[in-house]
């Protein structure tokens, strides 16, 4: 059974930093794309930062590019998300994601195994 554990929200001030984890477990190979979504009140869930379990390419949204850094610890089986330059817009629930055979890195329909989702709250 594949779960997905994220740990690492919080409240911060703007510009402050935060880093999330998903520690993962179930998988039998390494060849697995992980990745985090995020949804804010309102809004639809999108892809933040992911990436692909063939050729290691990675996906980042504009809104995080320059400010967030993704990384992939497969001795650990654990991802991180660090998060610099926080912004209020920033403030959502984030979602670990993880499957096999994935396509579109960015695309929430792409993956079956989610995690509960760890809140980030930004003050302004």
């Known amino acids: 059974e594949v779960q997905l554990v994220e740990s690492g929200g919080g409240l911060v001030q703007a510009g402050g930093s935060l880093r999330l984890s998903c520690a993962a477990s179930?998988?039998?190979?390494?060849?697995?794309?992980i990745g985090w979504f995020r949804q804010a009140p309102g809004k639809e869930r999108e892809g933040v930062s992911c990436?692909?379990?063939?050729?290691?390419?990675?996906y980042y949204a504009d809104s995080v590019k320059g400010r967030f850094t993704f990384s992939r610890d497969n001795a650990k089986n654990t991802v991180y998300l660090q998060m610099n330059s926080l912004k209020p817009e920033d403030t959502a629930v984030y979602y670990c994601?993880?499957?096999?055979?994935?396509?579109?890195?960015?695309?929430?329909?792409?993956?079956?195994?989610w995690g509960q989702g760890t809140q980030v709250t930004v003050s302004s």
């Open positions: 994601a993880a499957d096999t055979a994935v396509r579109d890195l960015a695309r929430q329909g792409s993956y079956n195994y």
């Open positions: 179930g998988f039998t190979s390494d060849d697995y794309a």
């Open positions: 990436i692909s379990g063939s050729d290691g390419s990675t």
